[in-house]
């Protein structure tokens, strides 16, 4: 068998050699079909091609292809993140509850979704998989759905529908797995798109509810891990780290694990419940018992498990556009949600500790000793907005419209970005007005250079709220808070991408630069929002 090490150095070389060797054809493409696959919860150093030892052949394979970029961010959390890539907007532009004291309500109607925007484009859009977006897939554009409610349950769904119409709950013994599942339906509407609309271009949102928690995984996928994990977090982040810096993904130190941080929400119970081989810290692995570190183990071979068959099915969705002659002029893209979580917890279905580890009678969670290790080497998981909370690896592959083969970019680019990049490459442009309304102006910014060449896409900042954590990036310069008691920490990202050295105190003139912008920016969105949900409460009293 060959080594995880021996694969990984190949995997490396094989990327060196694609983007030295092949002569990379001018693009010559028009507007392109468009995949986006979206993990949930999956860490910046997850995949293979960004230095993991989790076998990710197929999405290593695209990188090799196309291109990586090393600075590209999303929400630190699920439902944020959908709303920004599907509108183009910050969430808390479009979504009320995401800033505090402000009711929940619907989208306004200038916050379409990007269906809406590409249906005048005669593009078919489709979607499979999570959603955690208001209202349904198929009125919100979607020409064909199938959303899985009911994410905690991977091997027996109770809540999930197709075409906005619900299904029946899958029975114990049907042999279902959501991965699969939505890599099925992904590769049905590519198959009835190439019978009935050969003709028009598509977008195809594949939303995988993988590898967040409840860790499930089919028992022969783990078997595949089951030893790999004993050497212990702290090896396996170090030999992560190294593999990144060799990769050129990233040039930075290997910020320290915080002992103290342990899960963003406190459920003590599910410690409990969980037994006496959790633990809520990321200790040193020689301070765990053989127990905890037998169950630690296990874990993260779920994790790993899960990484490695969402790959595999993203195989089966990429031998389909092949199949129909669409690869080449398919636009993919692949992402994650937000970091990777520290949560601990037991909800759904509860947890056997009897049943085997992953099963469906299981209800276990990644938590902070691998949390850390998925987003090497940056600090803290997903609901924080340091940069371990909202960094994601963004592979694009796209043969008739990307020259570049093996490249990476090192803008920074964020989810907000979607909108405007693909309607550009469609040939569409941003509406100023919607149903009469005015729209305001969105803030992201076409990546298309950037898939042109490594080159710096110009903004005013990146900005980020979720639960009372905070953050602004401007240049290089990165202002950020845990908690909205906490206090501000400064970063020069280019030679500090792990945010190891604060630099508040040295320059405080910068720090009080950001912090205006920050508030300036906080006060904007939340006057936006206000002014919505009192226009909204006007239209439902004349109701």
């Known amino acids: 068998m060959i080594s995880v090490y021996f694969r990984a150095a190949i995997a490396v070389v094989v990327i060196a050699v694609v983007s030295r060797a092949i002569a990379a054809p001018a693009p010559t493409a028009g507007p392109p079909n468009v995949i986006i696959f979206l993990a949930d919860d999956l860490g910046f150093s997850d995949l293979g091609c960004y230095g993991s030892e989790i076998e990710t052949p197929h999405l ?69 998989g999570k959603w955690h977006v208001d209202g349904m897939p198929l009125a919100g554009g979607f020409d064909r759905s199938y959303y899985v409610q009911d994410t905690g349950r991977l091997f027996r769904p109770r809540v999930h529908y197709e075409d906005d119409q619900k299904l029946p709950p899958v029975k114990p013994d049907a042999g279902y797995y959501a991965t699969t599942a939505i890599a099925d339906h992904a590769i049905r509407c590519l198959r009835d798109h190439a019978e009935k609309h050969a003709g028009q271009p598509f977008f195809q949102y594949v939303a995988f509810t993988v590898p967040h928690f409840p860790l499930q995984a089919p028992a022969d996928d783990i078997a595949r891990y089951r030893d790999r994990y004993r050497a212990g977090w702290e090896t396996v982040r170090q030999q992560r780290y190294e593999r990144m810096k060799q990769l050129g993904i990233i040039d930075c130190p290997l910020s320290p694990v915080e002992r103290d941080v342990g899960p963003p929400y406190d459920f003590p119970q599910a410690l409990v419940k969980l037994g006496p081989g959790e633990v809520n810290r990321p200790l040193t692995w020689d301070e765990l018992t053989e127990e905890q570190r037998e169950f630690q183990a296990m874990k993260m071979a779920v994790h790993a498990a899960m990484v490695d068959r969402m790959d595999r099915e993203i195989g089966r969705v990429l031998d389909q556009l092949r199949a129909m002659n669409a690869f080449d002029d398919t636009l993919i893209l692949f992402l994650s949600d937000n970091g990777a979580s520290a949560e601990i917890m037991v909800r759904d279905d509860g947890h056997d500790p009897a049943a085997p580890p992953g099963s469906a009678e299981t209800h276990l969670c990644l938590g902070p000793g691998w949390s850390s290790v998925a987003n090497t080497p940056l600090r803290r998981h997903k609901t924080w907005v340091h940069e371990g909370g909202i960094s994601t690896p963004l592979i694009a592959h796209w043969p008739a419209g990307i020259a570049a083969r093996g490249e ?66 401007v240049g290089n310069w990165k202002l950020v808070a845990a908690g909205d008691q906490g206090p501000w920490e400064l970063y020069d990202l280019s030679v500090d991408r792990s945010e190891t050295s604060n630099l508040i105190g040295e320059r405080p003139e910068v720090a009080r630069d950001l912090e205006q912008r920050w508030q300036r920016q906080f006060e904007e969105t939340r006057e936006l929002a206000a002014r919505h949900a009192a226009e909204n409460a ?4 004349g109701k």
């Open 408 to 473: 990476l970019r090192h803008t920074p680019g964020h989810v907000i970005d979607f909108v405007p990049t693909l309607l550009e490459l469609a040939g569409g442009k941003l509406a100023g007005q919607i149903n009469g309304q005015p729209a305001p102006a969105p803030p992201g910014k076409s990546l298309a250079p950037a898939l042109a060449d490594d080159c710096i896409i110009d903004r005013d900042s990146l900005w980020w709220l979720h639960e009372g954590n905070r953050a602004i990036r």
């Open 60 to 128: 290593d394979a695209l990188a090799a292809g196309g291109l990586r970029f090393t600075q590209f961010y999303n929400t630190a959390r699920c439902w944020p993140t959908r709303a920004a890539l599907l509108t183009g907007y910050y969430a808390q532009q479009v979504r009320r509850d995401t800033l505090p004291g402000l009711p929940v309500g619907q989208r306004p109607s200038w916050a379409r979704l990007l269906p809406e925007m590409l249906r005048p484009l005669r593009y078919r859009s489709y979607h499979s």
């Open 538 to 541: 006007k239209t439902q009293v």
